[in-house]
């Protein structure tokens, strides 16, 4: 357990569908990341929140809007997804952006778009 | 954003010590290095980092040569439950991301 949650844990859409990924942290952290991790390809850095305020957007396509209303809490909102999406999300948390603070990282979200 | 250079793939036996080499010859004064591990069907944990020093925590050890071109995480006596995919990484000290690597999957044999 390393204080940050994602659900759910597996998700199979349908290219047309519209799906939310949540991430909740239980750390006090002010920074919140989602990262992408494709088969046999190394970690994506997506989108970074430092004090709710998106500080990072690496080139990620429109189909994926995050969204973080509080510093406990990170959304992924999916749609109109292809099937090279498919990976696992991965959400992380560390006090605040940029020092050298750890990333505590959840479990992923398993996404398949079929 | 400067890069590392890991083997593919790494075996150990149980209860021995793991040595996993990084180079990273184009490290710049204000990049850390850190090394974070994955588990199977785990995301990333934090293992260590360092800057210039060598390092030691209850995890591992970390060793980082004279001129910093390259550094190595020291797992004092390997267990089954140590097999994952090690990452070193080279942290910008100001900006603090991290990119990953393919990293090193290290097996463990009983």
């Known amino acids: 357990e390393t204080g940050v949650t994602q659900t759910p844990r597996h998700l199979v859409m349908g290219m047309t569908n519209k799906k939310s990924l949540k991430c909740e942290q239980h750390l006090g952290h002010n920074a919140m990341y989602w990262y992408k991790q494709s088969a046999k390809k190394p970690l994506e850095l997506m989108f970074v929140y430092n004090f709710k305020e998106q500080t990072e957007n690496n080139s990620v396509p429109s189909r994926f809007s995050p969204e973080c209303p509080n510093s406990s809490h990170l959304f992924l909102h999916l749609h109109t997804l292809q099937p090279e999406d498919s990976a696992l999300y991965l959400c992380?948390?560390?006090?605040?952006?940029?020092?050298?603070?750890?990333?505590?990282f959840g479990p992923g979200t398993r996404l398949t778009v079929t | 954003d400067a890069k590392t250079t890991q083997p593919n793939s790494m075996e150990s036996n149980e209860e021995e010590p793991v040595h996993l080499p990084c180079n990273h010859s184009t490290i710049s004064g204000t990049d850390y290095i850190h090394w974070y591990r994955q588990l199977p069907s785990q995301g990333p944990e934090y293992v260590i980092h360092g800057l210039t020093s060598n390092v030691n925590n209850r995890m591992a050890s970390l060793a980082i040569a004279e001129d910093r071109k390259s550094s190595t995480l020291i797992l004092h006596r390997a267990t089954l439950r140590d097999a994952a995919v090690y990452y070193c990484?080279?942290?910008?000290?100001?900006?603090?991301?991290?990119?990953f690597g393919q990293g090193t999957t290290l097996q463990v044999k009983p």
């Open positions: 990484i080279l942290r910008d000290g100001n900006t603090g991301k991290l990119i």
């Open positions: 992380a948390s560390s006090q605040t952006e940029g020092q050298n603070y750890e990333q505590y």
